[in-house]
Antibody
C-alpha cells in the first residue's frame, strides 16, 4: 500500500542542522511531489517547502529561504528535508505528505502523510 | 500569499449536534482545499478533498462545500469519535497555507 515512512526522532543543539528522510513506497514516485509541514508543540501546521520528484524543482516558504533544502533521490524513492542553523523555535514534529501538482492527480493532494519526526532543539 | 482564516477557533457541542467550520481565504483560488481531522499525538487524517470530495472510508456525516474564498466543513450529527481538532489547507497555490484550526470539544 502507499506509505511514507520517516526517519526517527532527533535532538540537536542550537546552530546545528538536521536532515529528515521520507521514504515512499507503493506508488510511482516521480508522479507525486512531496511537501514538508511542521507542527510545533500545541500549535497548528506550518507549510515549509515542496519538491517535484519528477524534475527536482523546489518551492520554499519565505521564512525558510536560505535555511531549508528539500531534495529527492529517485533511486531510493526518498525525499529529504534539511534545516540548518537550528534554534529553539524549530522544535516541532516534521511531516512529509504527498502533494502532486498535476491537474489529474491534485485530488490526491495531502492524502498520505508520513508518521512524523520529532525534532528537539535544545 | 493566501491567508486562510478559520472559524471558530473552538466549539463546544453535544453528540448529535450539527457543527459547521468555515475557512475564508484572502483571495480566491480553485477548489483545491482539503479538510483534516487531528487527534492529539496523531497524524492528520484527510476527510475532504477538492472542497467537497469525501475521502474514502470517511463517514458520510462529514461534508464540504464552498468556492472562491469561502469553504465549509459540516459534521451533520456529531459522534463521540469526532471530538478532535480540524484544519483546512489550500494546495492550489504556493505557498500552501493552513487554517489555524478548530477544536471541537464536548459540551
Amino acid at each position: 500500500q502507499v506509505q511514507l515512512v520517516q526517519s526517527g526522532a532527533e535532538v540537536k543543539k542550537p546552530g546545528a542542522s538536521v536532515k529528515v528522510s521520507c521514504k515512499t513506497s507503493g506508488y510511482n514516485f516521480i508522479k507525486y511531489g512531496v511537501s514538508w509541514v511542521r507542527q510545533a508543540p500545541g500549535q497548528g501546521f506550518e507549510w515549509m517547502g515542496w519538491i517535484s520528484t519528477y524534475n527536482g524543482e523546489t518551492k520554499y516558504a519565505r521564512k525558510f529561504q536560505g535555511r531549508l533544502s528539500v531534495t529527492a533521490d529517485t533511486s531510493t524513492s526518498t525525499v529529504y528535508m534539511e534545516l540548518r542553523s537550528l534554534r529553539s523555535g524549530d522544535t516541532a514534529v516534521y511531516f512529509c505528505a504527498r502533494d502532486p501538482t498535476s491537474r489529474w492527480l491534485q485530488d490526491d493532494g495531502f492524502d498520505i502523510w508520513g508518521q512524523g519526526t520529532m525534532v528537539t532543539v535544545s | 500569499d493566501i491567508q486562510m482564516t478559520q472559524s471558530p477557533s473552538a466549539v463546544s457541542a453535544s453528540v448529535g449536534d450539527r457543527v459547521t467550520i468555515t475557512c475564508r481565504a484572502s483571495q480566491g483560488f480553485s477548489d483545491y482545499l482539503v479538510w483534516f481531522q487531528q487527534k492529539p499525538g496523531k497524524v492528520p487524517k484527510r476527510l475532504i478533498y477538492s472542497t467537497s470530495g469525501l475521502h474514502p472510508g470517511v463517514p458520510s456525516r462529514f461534508s464540504g462545500s464552498g468556492s472562491g474564498t469561502e469553504f465549509t466543513l459540516t459534521i451533520s450529527s456529531l459522534q463521540p469519535d469526532d471530538f478532535a481538532t480540524y484544519y483546512c489547507l489550500q494546495h492550489a497555490i504556493f505557498p500552501r497555507t493552513f487554517g489555524q484550526g478548530t477544536k471541537v470539544e464536548i459540551k
